[in-house]
């Protein structure tokens, strides 16, 4: 059985490595020469992982709330 937390750590840890390899695809497309996507995709990055700590940091709250 998948306690909370480690239901919590698999999602968090998901979004993490699906920023990660959607950055990487970006990356790889604009060194190969795919297309030409001048964008900063950086503060995007940033900003994902920012929302996934909070959403994360969140349920913990929620979590612990339930429990009382």
Known sequence: MV???ERD???F???IAFVVLVGAIVW???D???WTFNFPFWPII???VAFAIL???IR??????AKV
């Open 13 to 15: 840890w998901g979004v």
């Open 28 to 30: 790889l497309g604009n």
């Open 9 to 11: 750590d698999a999602i």
């Open 55 to 57: 959403v994360s940091a």
């Open 60 to 65: 913990k709250i929620r979590s612990r709330e």
């Open 46 to 48: 940033i900003a994902w």
């Open 3 to 5: 306690t909370p937390k």
């Open 32 to 34: 190969a020469g795919w």
